[in-house]
């Protein structure tokens, strides 16, 4: 299996930014797909964005404009950009790639947005 670390989340005021990255790394062979999904409590795991090798994105229509996806193919990383946060954003993010072997997560890291 690959190993996916995340880094950036933390606390934020409404209206804010933050970026996450996430680097794979170990059975990384091959990497189609990267992106990001998020959840809350007693929700389920939802898709935010995702990118594939070719550059072909997708987004949830809740962070279209606001959020920009984007991705390394030879250092195996993505990153999430995300503008004009709102407390609805409030979730641990998840990160996410499908390569040879099959589906990866990272251990998600919490974004807060808060006043």
């Known amino acids: 299996q690959a190993q996916l670390v995340e880094s950036g989340g933390g606390l934020v005021q409404p209206g804010g930014s933050l970026r996450l990255s996430c680097a794979a790394s170990?059975?990384?062979?091959?990497?189609?797909?990267m992106g990001w999904y998020r959840q809350v409590p007693g929700k389920q795991r939802e898709l935010v964005a995702t990118?594939?090798?070719?550059?072909?994105?997708n987004y949830a229509d809740s962070v279209k404009g606001r959020f920009t996806i984007s991705r390394d193919n030879a250092k195996n990383t993505v990153n999430l950009q995300m503008n004009s946060l709102k407390p609805e954003d409030t979730a641990v993010y998840y990160c996410?790639?499908?390569?040879?072997?099959?589906?990866?997560w990272g251990q998600g890291t919490q974004v807060t947005v808060s006043s």
């Open positions: 996410y790639a499908v390569s040879f072997f099959g589906e990866n």
């Open positions: 170990g059975r990384i062979r091959s990497i189609n797909v």
């Open positions: 990118m594939t090798i070719g550059g072909s994105t």
